[in-house]
């Protein structure tokens, strides 16, 4: 147990309850609110994004321009998030627009520029505000030029000496490389090489700024850390990451049981607790309901769910060449996601063909995340890649069995259910292969029909486990104080 009193600022291009794309959204929220709730003084910095709800109601903090050169003007309005002070940083050049980070699949031209101003708009704030934080969060790519600027533009400011910077990392294949040219509005970019940041003599990563700046670096999962260190892990960044090793960490996320529980969740059609007859009760209803809402026939068969962002990373295009022959059996498969069309068309024209079995809801929908997470009796994540996944930890407390692949996050929190039936909370699989998802689809599709009443003590199991963030907080304040 941590006792020294921190003063901790987050800094991320996201935060759900105001606005949310992924699962950096959902810790952007959770962990501070963690770190709160253990007495730490966590405020937030982000984008204030046009979308946000209540962002022009908002009191104005202050009304100020860049102190560096271009001298951008800017804005830092006050919001929350339970209870979690929120800086959110408002530019009308650069987040007043339709959506976060792209549109129609494209991303913003202008992103390193728009996230550069973001990360010099946040430590530029700080001492205007008079906040002095001993640590400042930084978040994948968006925020990397945090920890850069924290050591290069004040290294010898005074007002930031007792200031030390970390950066999470929650995706390392999103590098953010653009050209010098777009990063012009760092006057450290402008003209001059970076060693910290070059990828080539013509582009920059931001990432690759965060990672060696920081002073330390967190993975979203043990088992994330460590692929971190191998090429094929970190997407080709394996020298930096290794050149950082004795400061890396690795620290599984955890789960807001405020938000993902079956018992209070204010979503789902029918609320249920971790006990046999609840659960078979809650489930049976959630899936029924799920059912009429997708168009799928009400049956009581087998439930498979899936909610996520429609790429690669996330195992659809194993999933796409064994998923008419999986339909074959007496099973529902529904899927929830938008992102890449090639994937998403795909998926639209096999639910076309097996309507009755299959449905494909083209939609980034919260309501309808939870309500796949209470219906299903089993959830997908057979991904490529997944630095911790959240989703599998959100499936257990609903008595919803994972089946996911064994990377990242997903090893470090789902126990096989043919490894170790005893402790199962789910199945996993090992090799790259749509053949060896469908051998797992079929392993947990047999233990349902021939043994339904084991599978609902795995459910019950898996409902028990105990991610909880309290855990996560504490390792990380032991991070932040070395
Ligand atoms: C990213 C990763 C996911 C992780 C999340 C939160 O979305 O892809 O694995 O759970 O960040 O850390």
Request: glycine share 4%; hydrophobic share 40%.
């Amino acid at each position: 147990m941590v006792t020294k009193t921190l003063s901790i600022l987050f800094v991320a291009s996201e935060v759900e309850g105001l606005i949310k794309s992924g699962g950096l959204a959902d810790v952007a929220k959770a962990l501070p609110k963690s770190l709160k709730k253990l007495g730490h003084n966590v405020s937030i910095a982000m984008p204030a994004y046009i979308t946000i709800p209540g962002r022009d109601d908002a009191d104005i903090l202050l009304s100020t321009k860049l102190e560096h050169w271009p001298h951008t003007a800017y804005q830092v309005r006050a919001l929350d998030v339970d209870g979690v002070p929120v800086f959110a940083i408002e530019c009308a050049e650069y987040f007043d627009r339709a959506e976060m980070y792209a549109e129609n699949n494209q991303a913003y031209a202008d992103n390193g520029e728009r996230f550069a101003f973001f990360s010099a708009a946040c430590l530029d704030m700080l001492p205007k505000l008079n906040i002095k934080p001993e640590i400042i969060h930084a978040n994948d790519w968006h925020t990397g030029l945090v920890p850069y600027l924290l050591k290069k533009r004040y290294s010898n400011d005074a007002f930031f000496a007792q200031t030390r910077s970390v950066l999470s990392v929650h995706n390392a294949v999103f590098k953010g490389i653009f050209h010098y040219d777009e990063i012009e509005c760092l006057s450290e970019f402008k003209s001059h090489y970076v060693p910290e940041a070059a990828v080539s003599h013509s582009h920059v990563s931001l990432l690759k700024a965060g990672v060696l700046c920081a002073d330390k670096i967190n993975a979203v999962s043990p088992t994330y850390a460590k692929e971190l260190l191998t090429e094929l892990g970190s997407h080709g960044m394996a020298n930096e990451f290794q050149s950082r090793e004795a400061d890396l960490f690795g620290i599984l996320n955890g789960c807001d049981y405020s938000e993902w529980s079956p018992e209070v969740d204010s979503f789902i059609p029918k609320q249920f607790k971790a006990n046999r007859i609840s659960m078979v009760r809650g489930k049976k209803a959630c899936k029924a309901a799920l059912q009429a809402e997708v168009n799928l026939p009400q049956k009581d068969v087998a439930v498979y769910g899936m909610v996520c962002r429609l790429t690669n990373q996330k195992g659809i295009h194993y999933l796409l060449p064994i998923l008419e022959q999986f339909l074959k059996n007496d099973v529902q498969v529904v899927i929830v996601g938008t992102g890449d069309p090639f994937l998403a068309n795909q998926l639209a024209e096999i639910s076309a063909i097996h309507s009755d079995k299959f449905a494909f809801v083209e939609a980034y929908s919260n309501k309808l995340a939870h309500w796949v997470e209470a219906a299903s009796d089993f959830f997908l994540m057979p991904s490529e890649f997944e630095p911790c996944g959240l989703n599998q930890i959100y499936s257990m407390a609903y008595g919803t069995l994972p089946i996911v692949r064994e990377v990242g996050g997903l090893k470090d929190s789902v126990i096989d259910y043919d490894t170790d039936s005893e402790n199962a909370t789910g199945f996993s699989f090992k090799k790259p292969d749509p053949i060896e998802l469908l051998l797992v689809l079929m392993r947990s599709l047999l233990l349902y029909s021939q043994d339904l009443n084991e599978v609902k003590r795995v459910q019950l199991h898996a409902m028990t486990q105990n991610f909880s963030w309290d855990e996560a907080a504490d390792n990380y304040l032991k991070m932040y104080l070395s």
